[in-house]
Structures are given as structure tokens and as C-alpha cells.
């Protein structure tokens, strides 16, 4: 369980609501557990009849998935990979039949060695399938980048990450770029299964936009409705025809399609998302009494264009809405790197709010991220209030100036509003949630 106190700030300490806002926050990520999530599914779903049960887990809540089905069922040997291994349990698979599961930390959010190393143990995993058994897949996000068997040199793949981060691509379309240049993804992952005729179920905690599950971990087990036309379009929309390696454009292949017999034998289910988080959220502020509304699930685009338009239906909303009210949106923001500060995308959003909400009474606008990283950063995201930009003021700091050198990281620390949960060990995307008291 997700402890509300993990959610404190030096503001939400001194705020009258401050334990109401906490426990709306510790609401939204209760209720996207991973583990709980894959127990509650199997309970309703049971597993199909079978001789042997291969786990393997990949993305960041990969163990704590892993751990689950362990708890649920039989498992012949489980492959996990993802970011943190859990510091809960040191071995939660001691019902397996006498084979430890093997844990590999890949790289992210640009693969590495690691990431290498992780596709070549998924290839050798499935390798031992046979027609009588069962693969249980345990997908969530982040996966994208821990596992990768590229069709290019790897150093190509990291320079055409780093490019397509840099210029603030979307996830969804970096990860059409990865289903076209990897042999996993796309579906590469059961149609590995599948040569040996083994059945695939997989479980999905999605953190895309739509919960298209082709774009989770660029879908390993998922049919691909994209073309290599459309792989090019991004690549000519962000302009990097010129700025990255020559090798990528030649080894583009198509992906498997929906109507693949590859598919026959695969079940895809979502077992949590964003949506799931934000309801919770929203059923806990109606608990503490808020009118709450939520304005906007799917977020896209940039992130400070974002953060200002929200708090700007945050202060209009107090002309119209009866106080105590709460206003809620998920969805992944991108950020267009311009300067060389340190930040991520939340706390950029959290950045671009604070001078549309300066000199606002009672308010608060939180973005944060469900993983409990917000880039490459120890904070989840970070918190705004009326009195932001006057207090950031008096330590000679101003909005602007740090929003364009993408170094909002610095702009809450002193302030003491960065969230910092630590890693939450789910992942589905990012929330904005105002609260007017």
C-alpha cells in the first residue's frame, strides 16, 4: 500500500487540506498496484489448463507482476526485466520447481548493454517452449527501452533515442520507430513463442495514451497497425533525416499485422491504466468532500504548453465552481529540450502553472508521475500554490527563466515542492490534479 505520507511537501505540511490532497494522491496509485491488479485478474480470469507456466515479466512494475503470479500459480521459470528489482522480498519464487527467477536491470530511457543483454535472454527464453505450455507475459511501461534486440548497431538505436527525446517526440511515435527496428517488438516476442506453438497470455498495465496496447513496451505480443510509411513521417516531421545514423531508414521492416496467425494463440489484457487512477482519485476527493470534475484524460504535447493551459481552466474554474472543488487530467507530456538544466516532464508542467496561478488564494495544481520519476530525477513532480511565484521570488528565481533551460528541478528544491515518493514500482502515465479549498 501506497502510504499517504509520501506525498509530503513543505507546502502540503503547513495546508489545512494538506492530508485530504495527500491521501486523493495515495488514492490514484493504490489503485493501479501492480501485483494487486494481476491477482484481481487471474481471480476473475483463470489461466488456461496446461502442462508447464513461463513468466516473464518486463517494464518497471515487472517484479512486482512477476511476484504475483508466483503467489497465483505454478511457475516452471520466470525471465523479469525491468528497472528496480523490488527491495520487498528477496526470492518471491520459491514455488517454482526448483529454478530461481532470473532478474536482469536493463537500461532507460535510452537502451544500453543491459537492454541487449535483455532481448538476447527473452530470445533464449522462449527458445525452450514447447506446444504444451503456457507463457504468461507481464507487460508495463519502460519496456520499450529495458529490452531490445535492435536490427542496427545498438550505439545507432541510443543516437536515434536521444534525437527523438531531444526533440520532444511523442512516446507513441518513438515507439513506432522501435517496432520497425527490432525483432522483439511489434509482435517479434510472440511470434518467438509462437514457432515453438506455445499459447501467450499477456497482462498489461498500460502507460500510453488510449491504452493502445501495440505502444505499450512497443508491443511485444501485440499486432502492429503501423506502417514503415509510418516510421518515415516522423522521422521527416521532427526533421532528423540528416541527424541521425544512415543505418536506420534501410532497416525498417514491417510488423506483424492484426489478421497474423501469429495471434491465434495471444491474449492481450489491460489490467491497469491511467483511467483506473484517475477515478480512484477522483472517488477519494469526493470522500473529502471536493466537487470534483475530471477536465481531461489523453494529455499529449508539450509540457509547458500544457501545465499553463490547465491552471488557466484552474483560475477560471474558481469564478465559476463553488469552493471546495477538484480538477483532475492524466495522460504523458513531452518536453522540447532547449537548455541543459534538470527537470522532467511534470515538473516542467508544475513550472509552467506558476505564474498563471501567482497571487491566487487556496489553490494547488500537482502533476506527477505514477512510477515516481519524473526523468532523470528523484522527484515524481512537483507542486504549485498562489504563493509559488512570490517565495521563488524572494530567493531571486523566476518562472521563465528556469522553464527555458528545462531546469525546473532547481526551481522547486529550494522552494521544498518536490515530490519525492520514490519509486512506486507501477507505471501508467502521469497525473494533474488542482485543488481549489
Known sequence: MFEPERFYTSTLKTCARGNAVMRTLASAFNAVEPGAAVKKYLRENPLPTT??????????????MTSAL??????????IITKHASPLRVDPFDKTQGKPATVILGDHPVPGIASLAAGNASLKFTAQLTPDDLLVCLISGGGSALMTAPRIPLKDLQSLTSALLACGARIDEINILRRHLDQLKGGGLARSAALRGARIVSLLLSDVVNDSVEAIASGPTAPDPTTCADALAIIEKYNLKNKIPASITPALIETLKPKDPVFEKVQNAIIASNEIALRAAQGQAQKESFETLILRAGLQDDASIIGREIALQLKESIQTRQRPFCLLAGGETTVKLNGNGKGGRNQQLALAAVDVLAGLQDVMLISLATDGEDGPTDAAGALVTGETAQRAKMLGMTAPDY?????????????????KTGSSGTNVNDLVICFAF
Open 51 to 64: 502442462r508447464r507456466i513461463f513468466a516473464l515479466g518486463l517494464g518497471k512494475a515487472a517484479y512486482a
Open 70 to 79: 508466483a503467489d497465483e500459480t505454478r511457475l516452471c521459470d520466470s525471465l
Open 403 to 419: 522553464l527555458l533551460r528545462n531546469d525546473a528541478y532547481s526551481y522547486f528544491n529550494p522552494l521544498g515542492d518536490l515530490i
